[in-house]
C-alpha cells in the first residue's frame, strides 16, 4: 500500500543512520583517545575498577617518588657520618701515638691535642650544619622526644624508632626483673682456727685472669688480704679484675670481681704455687646459679652462705640484666637492654643500683614526638611506614662512657676537659680516653650501619616491590581502558560502511514516496 503521511522505509532508515552514526563517533572518540572507555556509559563496571586501579597506581608512583627522595636523603646522611668516620679515625691514630710519651716530646704531644680539639670541633661543626633541603639530618632534630626519664634509673636512652600514629604520645616501662651480675669470686678470711685470720698463711703465686687479660702475682707467708687486695687493684688496668675486703675488714674475707657486668665479665683465679690445699686452704667460692648476690657493705653471714650458697670455683661469669620493656623480654648485655619492633625500638643503659635491684619499682617514661617518619606505600597506614630516629653526633653527645658512675662524652677530649692528652699522660692512663674514642667509633658506625639496612632492607626491596606492583596494575588497567587499535579501527571501517550504505538507503526510502505522484496521472 502506498503512504505519504508514514514513511516507515524512511524512518528505518533514519534509526539505522543514526545507529551508524553513534558507533562511527564512538569508533572516532576511541581512536582518537587511546581509550576503549571515556565516559560511564561506555563501560560502567569496568569504569569503576579502572578508576581504582588508576587511584592505586597514582599512590604508588608517588610511593616510589618518597623512596627515591628518602634513599638521597640518607645517602646525604651517610655521607656526613663517613667524614666523621674519617675524624673519629685520625683521633684515634693522634691519641695512640700521643700514648707513646717515651718517643715523644711535650710539644708533639701538644701538636697531637691541637690536632684532636680541631677534629672535635669539626665533628660538632658537621653535626650542626648537615642538611637536606632545609631538614637537619644530625644535629638531634630526627631524635625522639622523651619526658620523664629518671637518669637515677635510665643513664641514656637511644631511641631508633616509636610509632605515634593515633596516640599523642608513647608510654615506656622498663621492669628488671633478673640483675645484671659482675663475675665475683669469694675468699673468707676465716683460716679454720689456725691464727691469725685474715692473711695468707703460705708464701702463695695466685695467677689472675679477667676479660683483658692475665697476670701473676706472688705473695709471700703472712701477707694480709689488705694487702693482697692492693696488689689486685694494682693491676686492674691489665686483667679487668678488682678487689675489695669484706666489710672492709680481711678478717672476714675478700672478692675478686669482674669491673665490668654482663656475660662478656668474667674472673678466674688459679693457684700456681704454694703448699698443696690440704696444708693451707686458699679456696675461693661463687654464689650458686639463681642466688642473689649480697650487699657486702651491710654484711656477709660465711656461716650462712656455706649451706648451699655457695661453691668452691676457681671462675666466674657476670650475668646480663634481663628486663621487659612494655611487657617484652629485651635483649641485655651488662647494663644495656635493647628492643628492636617496627613500633618500638630502643637502647637503654641502666643505671648500675636499678640494675641489680629486680625488687626496684619500674621506671616509666614517655616519648612524645620527633623521629623521622617514611611514607613508603600507597596508602596512609601504619604499616606502610616506617619509623626512624637519628640522634646528634654532637661530640658533647657522642661516646657516652659511664665512669665514675657518670657519663663522659667525646668532647672530654678537648683540652681541659678531663680526658685530653695531657690529662691522660698525667694520670698515667689513657683508658677512659680510648674507652670514650671507640664508644664514639662504634656509635657513628652503627647508625651508618642502621640506615644502610634501611636503605638496603627497606627503601630497596620496597622500590622493587612497589615496582612489579606498577607494571602489574597498569597492566591490568590497560587491559580494562585501553582502546584496542587493531579490532577498533576494523570496526571504524565497519562503521564508516554502514554509515554511508544507510545514508544512501535512507535517500531511497525518501524518494520511494514520490511514486504516489504517478497515481495521480
Do not use: C, H
Not at 599523642?168 to 669469694?186: I, P
Not at 706472688?218 to 686492674?236: H, K, M
Not at 653526633?393 to 695531657?422: M, R, Y
Not at 651508618?448 to 632492607?457: H, I, K, S, V
Amino acid at each position: 500500500m502506498a503512504r505519504i503521511n508514514s514513511n516507515i522505509s524512511s524512518l528505518i532508515a533514519q534509526a539505522n543512520l543514526r545507529q551508524a552514526n553513534g558507533d562511527l563517533d564512538m569508533r572516532l572518540e576511541r581512536l582518537a583517545t587511546g581509550l576503549r572507555i571515556n565516559r560511564g556509559k561506555d563501560d560502567p563496571a569496568g569504569l569503576i575498577i579502572s578508576e581504582r586501579l588508576s587511584t592505586d597506581i597514582a599512590g604508588i608512583e608517588q610511593a616510589m617518588k618518597n623512596g627515591e627522595r628518602a634513599s638521597m636523603m640518607i645517602a646525604t646522611t651517610e655521607a656526613s657520618l663517613s667524614e666523621i668516620n674519617e675524624l673519629l679515625n685520625s683521633i684515634k691514630a693522634l691519641m695512640v701515638e700521643a700514648a707513646n710519651t717515651g718517643a715523644n716530646s711535650r710539644e708533639e704531644r701538644e701538636a697531637n691535642q691541637l690536632q684532636i680539639d680541631s677534629a672535635i670541633d669539626s665533628i660538632t661543626r658537621i653535626s650542626n650544619t648537615a642538611s637536606f633541603g632545609g631538614l637537619k639530618l644530625l644535629d638531634g632534630s630526627l631524635d625522639y622526644i622523651t619526658s620523664g626519664v629518671d637518669r637515677t634509673e635510665i643513664v641514656q636512652s637511644r631511641i631508633t624508632a616509636a610509632s605515634l600514629i593515633g596516640q599523642a604520645s608513647v608510654n615506656v616501662e622498663v621492669d628488671v626483673v633478673a640483675s645484671a651480675q659482675r663475675g665475683q669470686l669469694f675468699l673468707s678470711g676465716d683460716n679454720a682456727g689456725v691464727n691469725p685470720d685474715g692473711v695468707i698463711l703460705s708464701a702463695t703465686t695466685l695467677r689472675i685472669t679477667g676479660p683483658d687479660g692475665v697476670q701473676e702475682l706472688t705473695f709471700t707467708s703472712g701477707t694480709s688480704l689488705s694487702s693482697v687486695v692492693s696488689a689486685v687493684n694494682a693491676i686492674t688496668q691489665r686483667t679487668g679484675v678488682q678487689a675489695s675486703l669484706i666489710n672492709g675488714d680481711p678478717n672476714s674475707g675478700m672478692v675478686l670481681e669482674s669491673v665490668g657486668y654482663g656475660s662478656d665479665n668474667f674472673v678466674s683465679v688459679e693457684r700456681v704455687g704454694g703448699p698443696p690445699p690440704s696444708a693451707d686452704p686458699v679456696t675461693f667460692y661463687r654464689f650458686t646459679s639463681g642466688t642473689a648476690y649480697p650487699d657486702t657493705a651491710a654484711g656477709f653471714d660465711w656461716a650462712g652462705l656455706y649451706s648451699g650458697n655457695l661453691v668452691t670455683a676457681n671462675r666466674d661469669s657476670g650475668q646480663d640484666v634481663q628486663a621487659l620493656i612494655n611487657g617484652t623480654l629485651a635483649n641485655g648485655e651488662g647494663l644495656q637492654v635493647s628492643i628492636n619492633s617496627p613500633d618500638l625500638a630502643m637502647e637503654l643503659l641502666l643505671d648500675e643500683n636499678f640494675a641489680t635491684d629486680p625488687a626496684a619499682t619500674p621506671s616509666e617514661f614517655e616519648i612524645t614526638g620527633g623521629g623521622s617518619l617514611f611514607q613508603l606505600g600507597p596508602d596512609i597506614v601504619a604499616q606502610q611506614q616506617q619509623n626512624v630516629g637519628i640522634q646528634s653526633v654532637a661530640a658533647s653527645l657522642l661516646g657516652g662512657t659511664l665512669v665514675n658512675g657518670s657519663l663522659q662524652f667525646l668532647s672530654s677530649l678537648k683540652t681541659g676537659q678531663g680526658n685530653s692528652v695531657e690529662d691522660s699522660v698525667r694520670g698515667k692512663d689513657f683508658t677512659t680516653a680510648s674507652k670514650i674514642l671507640d664508644k664514639a667509633i662504634d656509635e657513628v658506625s652503627v647508625l651508618r650501619g642502621r640506615l644502610g639496612a634501611f636503605e638496603r632492607n627497606v627503601l630497596e626491596t620496597n622500590d622493587r616491590s612497589l615496582s612489579a606492583a606498577y607494571e602489574n596494575l597498569s597492566a591490568s588497567r590497560s587491559t580494562i581502558r585501553d582502546a584496542d587499535f587493531a579490532a577498533e579501527t576494523s570496526n571504524l571501517t565497519r562503521a564508516q560502511i554502514l554509515n554511508a550504505s544507510s545514508t544512501q538507503v535512507l535517500g531511497l526510502a525518501n524518494q520511494q514516496s514520490q511514486s504516489v505522484l504517478q497515481l495521480l496521472g
